[in-house]
């Protein structure tokens, strides 16, 4: 019984029983919310906040109060980079890819120095970060949208590719993989678990945990990256805030996924449940007619429920 009781309480199943609550509470509210295609095009969404959310947990993950507000800003910026630099081109799809990487990393990169080396909080040297990306794309573009989308791109996020399936939902699905094999099977990932668990016992032990946790933030800034070529593709144009809604919601869906935010206690699986949740959510308050203003406070709720109930933990670690 007590197993029971312990498997139902896990954060992957309630997550997914909340699934199935929305879905069938969203078809209620608006008949046809549960229907295949819609779902898809849920999936569709779920499959770009994931993405952006996979960076965030390796980076919770590490532990010391991780956490990286910086992604919207890199999301943008990419979508921004991609845009130009492929203009509406298939031939200019890899170019971009390893422009929209680089950028990525460089700014991941440039946190994870800031964290490290000048010991700056993760909280403020990820929101200054947030600041200058800001500033950056609005001298940049002055807030006009620019770029566009190659149409094999386009179609790679939006069209069937195998089994009915678009491709961003295979690369999500690749994601999920990757990111299962490198924090199971990988020294790599057993170190994440270490450092985010006691870093100075990991220390102790021999893990570089300075170049570490360097590392996480540059993945972090690469697979928010990945996202904004990937919204590029679902949008068919970037503009310089395309971004911004990716910063709050990576968090819970990572926090919905039973990601400790006090670090070394967590997976993607349950992060990948937590970005299809709050997909569906945010799918339920556009239908009522909930604007922008009230679904960021519903997710703010949201964040500070869930940390009561088991984001930080008992175990928060000094």
């Not at 999936?43 to 980076?59: D, E, F, K, M, R």
């Not at 203009?87 to 991941?108: E, T, V």
């Not at 990306?133 to 790679?156: D, K, N």
Request: with cysteine.
């Amino acid at each position: 019984m007590s197993q029971m009781i312990s498997f139902v309480r896990q954060p992957v199943v309630v997550a997914l029983t909340l699934i199935v609550v929305l879905l069938y509470l969203g078809q209620l509210l608006s008949p046809g919310f549960a229907t295949g295609g819609q779902i898809l095009r849920l999936l569709i969404v779920a499959a770009l906040l994931g993405i952006v959310a996979a960076g965030q947990n390796v980076v919770i993950l590490g532990g010391r109060e991780g956490i990286d507000l910086s992604v919207g800003g890199v999301v943008s910026l990419s979508a921004i980079i991609a845009g130009n630099v492929m203009n509406g081109a298939d031939s200019g799809i890899l170019p971009a890819i390893a422009a929209c990487l680089a950028a990525g990393a460089f700014f991941g990169l440039l946190n994870g120095l800031g964290v490290t080396l000048l010991r700056i909080p993760p909280l403020v040297m990820t929101l200054g970060m947030l600041g200058v990306l800001q500033g950056l794309l609005v001298v940049i573009r002055m807030g006009i949208p620019s770029g566009q989308a190659a149409p094999a791109l386009s179609r790679f996020v939006t069209q069937p590719l195998v089994f009915g399936l678009p491709g961003i939902i295979w690369l999500w699905i690749a994601v999920g993989l990757l990111m299962a094999f490198m924090l199971h099977r990988t020294v790599f990932g057993h170190r994440i678990y270490a450092i985010g668990s006691n870093e100075h016992a990991a220390y102790m032990a021999g893990v570089p945990v300075r170049p570490m946790r360097i590392a996480l933030f540059a993945i972090s800034g690469m697979f928010a990256a990945l996202a904004g070529l990937c919204l590029l593709g679902y949008s068919g144009s970037s503009f310089a805030n395309v971004g911004e809604q990716y910063t709050l919601t990576s968090i819970i869906a990572v926090v919905f996924g039973g990601t400790s935010l006090a670090g070394g206690k967590g997976g993607y699986t349950g992060t990948m449940a937590g970005a299809v949740l709050l997909v569906i959510l945010q799918g339920i308050l556009t239908t009522v007619n909930i604007d922008e203003s009230g679904r960021q406070m519903v997710f703010g709720a949201t964040l500070l429920l869930l940390m009561t109930f088991y984001g930080r933990g008992r175990a928060m670690r000094a």
